[in-house]
């Protein structure tokens, strides 16, 4: 990991990494992170399919709370992250500046975890445009206010995925219903 590090973003100055599906672990997102910190180049990561867990959402959570990065898109779907990893994230939410779409679908990270990233967006970041939260179970109803609250609160956002998440109907109609004033709002649930 650490020489494609090496190569793509310092040597080549890649502003497009895709690693996808390369079976890398925390450690391969701790090499990487530790070049984000301090990388203006890179814009677009696609980490899905890998296995980055919770230690490696916090350090590349932590690298781009740094403000030093100019990293917009962030794919991190499918990667074993569970609530522990989403909290780094969300607090990375209330500083990062940069950062427009985030990815997260196919992760563990519950109710509490989408509550923490909602609760990001609505008070804290105004940069974030697209997310996706795509199946990640969702135990509860009660889920859906913050969500709700984020599509009210949260003037940039310009789509939300929310499907396979085990809402029930009458959640999903409340989102519908929520973002049906919106022209330029899409809703995927």
Same mark, same amino acid.
């Given at each position: 990991?650490?020489?494609?590090?090496?190569?793509?973003?310092?040597?080549?100055?890649?502003?497009?990494?895709?690693?996808?599906?390369?079976?890398?672990?925390?450690?391969?997102?701790?090499?990487?992170?530790?070049?984000?910190?301090?990388?203006?180049?890179?814009?677009?990561?696609? %980490?899905?399919?890998?296995?980055? $867990?919770?230690? @490696?959402?916090?350090?590349?959570?932590?690298?781009? $709370?740094?403000?030093?990065?100019?990293?917009?898109?962030?794919?991190?779907?499918?990667?074993?992250?569970?609530?522990?990893?989403?909290?780094?994230?969300?607090?990375?939410?209330?500083?990062?500046?940069? !950062?427009?779409? !985030?990815? !997260?679908?196919?992760?563990?990270? @519950?109710?509490?975890?989408?509550?923490?990233?909602?609760?990001?967006?609505?008070?804290?970041?105004?940069?974030?445009?697209?997310?996706?939260?795509?199946?990640?179970?969702?135990?509860?109803?009660?889920?859906?206010?913050?969500?709700?609250?984020?599509?009210?609160?949260?003037?940039?956002?310009?789509? !939300?995925?929310?499907?396979?998440?085990?809402?029930?109907?009458?959640?999903?109609? %409340?989102? %519908?219903?929520?973002?049906? $004033?919106?022209?330029?709002?899409?809703?995927?649930?």
């Amino acid at each position: 990991m650490e020489y494609v590090v090496q190569e793509a973003i310092i040597r080549k100055q890649c502003k497009i990494l895709d690693l996808s599906a390369n079976h890398i672990r925390s450690e391969g997102a701790s090499a990487l992170a530790n070049v984000l910190a301090t990388n203006p180049i890179l814009e677009k990561l696609y %980490r899905d399919h890998n296995c980055v $867990s919770d230690m @490696g959402a916090q350090q590349l959570a932590q690298a781009i $709370s740094a403000n030093n990065t100019n990293l917009r898109v962030l794919l991190l779907g499918s990667n074993c992250i569970t609530y522990e990893g989403a909290q780094h994230l969300a607090e990375m939410l209330k500083t990062n500046r940069t !950062l427009n779409r !985030l990815y !997260l679908f196919d992760n563990n990270i @519950g109710d509490r975890a989408i509550q923490l990233l909602a609760q990001a967006l609505t008070l804290h970041n105004r940069t974030v445009t697209h997310i996706d939260l795509n199946g990640n179970t969702l135990e509860s109803d009660l889920t859906v206010d913050f969500l709700v609250d984020m599509r009210k609160s949260n003037q940039s956002l310009k789509e !939300l995925r929310v499907c396979k998440c085990n809402l029930s109907e009458a959640s999903k109609i %409340r989102l %519908r219903d929520t973002v049906r $004033s919106k022209r330029d709002f899409e809703l995927r649930a």
